[in-house]
């Protein structure tokens, strides 16, 4: 018996031109060719109002932060000295994102894709740039005050602090990502060879 959630899995499938691959048994139709997919902006946009925000990041009026302010955040668990490192650009940042010009719905979309490539790499430390904010009203400093709220409800982010002068200062970003689940393998088995 198919499910409801089945039936809909198919029609957004087969709404985005995917084809069920079927195997070559020698007597049946030959595999259709693999077509490359074109985005849609228009679908996309239609099915991100459908579906609602990414991850649940709103962007709704959030209370703009003062520009001179730092943003800084860590999730139950992260130690004390790894936060400080990242707090202090001590970690390499493998990634980097440019936000800089972006509008609210925009950047938001960009960080989550972002975020999650990144995890799915195994990358733990990115940069995320957001420009310089010269008043309360600076569309840079308003990204910064969505920023703020929007990494504490994306669950690949472990922690996030305002960077060091030499990477941006204020205007861009350090975000410490979960590890994958290849890295916490890896963490794991080098544990295992130390015991």
Known sequence: ???????????????????????????GPAVPAARSLRADPGKSIR??????SPEGL???????????????????GVQ????RNLRLGRYS????????????????????????????????????????????EDPANKLKSYLDQWLKQLDLVMA???????????AAVYLMLRKNAQARQHNWEKHQKRG
């Open 1 to 27: 018996m198919q499910s409801r959630h089945d039936d809909s899995f198919s029609e957004l499938m087969q709404a985005e031109g995917v084809q069920r691959i079927r195997q070559d048994t020698g007597s």
């Open 47 to 52: 099915r991100r109002l459908a579906q609602g």
């Open 58 to 76: 709103s962007l709704d009026q959030v209370e703009w932060l003062h520009p001179a302010d730092p943003i800084s955040w860590k999730r139950d």
């Open 80 to 83: 004390e000295g790894v936060f």
């Open 93 to 136: 940042c493998d990634a980097s994102l440019n936000l800089q010009h972006f509008e609210p719905a925009q950047a938001r979309d960009e960080l989550v894709s972002f975020v999650r490539q990144s995890h799915e790499l195994g990358i733990r430390t990115v940069l995320v740039q957001i420009g310089r904010a010269r008043s309360v």
């Open 160 to 170: 996030f602090h305002s960077a060091q002068p030499h990477q941006g200062g204020l």
